[in-house]
């Protein structure tokens, strides 16, 4: 056992090909846990490591950052067991986060451990970069496991690896934890398949409601005309889209009863304009705010657009 823990720790191989490795293992790092992953920060030029470290007890989400792969900083807990999880007595952090990069933030899956109540799961975690992570909607499962005799109906975890993108489809590839049939043998598993469309991680959502839901942004300055919108749409209730100055006056001609948004199911983005105005071409270079009504549906994102595209 002592020899054991002596060769615990985390090592790297090399290979000139992704195919032939040296199998010269190389220590790098001790270990706290038996969890470790590495991922890529490509904005950054660096390296994730997500494990376990020394915490308030049990598991827990931890992260080191490496340029070369072979010195790592030290770990940083970025989620704890603390109050919500009652320190850890109805759930732990499972130790996984699995961190990419999606356009200017940082996203991951967070790995939860149930010790009271059922199902192995995973939350959404976001980052702007020097800030801190933070949980999208604390208690809101993300990946969940499947129903009963399902492959996955014990766990679902990702495969560490962030989402790979074909056309407006995003793939993410997971581990399923099924029934135990055999009590010699662990939890089978499996790899599994999810699919969302393109940036629609997460939403405001306003439903069976008298009322719209109002959304309204922070002011920021018009560079590209096009505005498209990512809706998902319940009851044909279409959104509508007005444009303010930053102190919050409605702009003549831009008001929610002149916005059109069309409406196309097939497509993740649709086009807004307005009843006498294609784009936002005129304020170019002008500070604005977005509002937002919402009734029926389920609003993703908006992005802009140069007009040719």
């Excluded at 949980?135 to 014990?154: H, I, K, N, Q």
């Excluded at 099924?178 to 499996?190: A, E, F, H, L």
């Excluded at 939403?203 to 300055?221: D, H, N």
Aim: proline residues 6%.
């Amino acid at each position: 056992m002592q020899q054991a823990r002596a060769a615990f720790g985390q090592y790297i191989d090399t290979s000139p090909d992704g195919v032939h490795w040296a199998r010269r293992p190389r220590r790098v790092l001790g270990a706290v846990g038996d969890y470790m992953m590495v991922t890529r920060d490509h904005r950054q030029r660096r390296w994730w490591l997500n494990e376990r470290a020394k915490g308030q007890g049990g598991r827990n989400a931890a992260l080191r950052t490496s340029t070369d792969l072979v010195h790592w900083s030290k770990p940083e807990i970025v989620f704890d067991n603390g109050p919500d999880s009652e320190n850890g007595r109805l759930w732990e952090w499972h130790g996984g986060i699995t961190p990419f990069n999606y356009g200017n933030l940082n996203l991951g899956f967070l790995e939860k451990w149930p010790n009271l109540g059922f199902g192995a799961n995973c939350e959404l975690v976001s980052q702007r970069d020097g800030k801190e992570w933070r949980r999208v909607s604390p208690g809101t499962t993300f990946l969940d496991v499947g129903p009963e005799g399902a492959f996955d109906r014990v766990l679902a975890y990702p495969t560490h690896n962030g989402p790979i993108r074909i056309g407006d489809t995003l793939y993410l590839f997971y581990t399923g934890g099924g029934t135990r049939t055999d009590p010699q043998q662990g939890i089978p598993m499996s790899i599994g398949l999810a699919t969302l469309r393109l940036d629609r991680f997460c939403a405001l959502a306003s439903w069976r409601t008298r009322t719209a839901g109002r959304i309204v942004t922070r002011p920021f300055e018009v560079t590209r005309p096009r505005l498209e919108v990512n809706v998902e749409s319940f009851e044909l209730t279409p959104l509508r889209v007005a444009v303010s100055s930053p102190d919050g006056e409605f702009l003549p001609g831009y008001g929610f009863d002149d916005s059109r948004v069309e409406s196309d199911a097939r497509q993740v983005y649709t086009r807004v304009t307005w009843k006498d105005r294609p784009d936002l071409r005129e304020l170019r270079g002008q500070q604005v705010k977005l509002h937002f009504e919402i009734k029926g549906s389920a609003f993703y994102s908006y992005r802009f657009r140069d007009a040719t595209m």
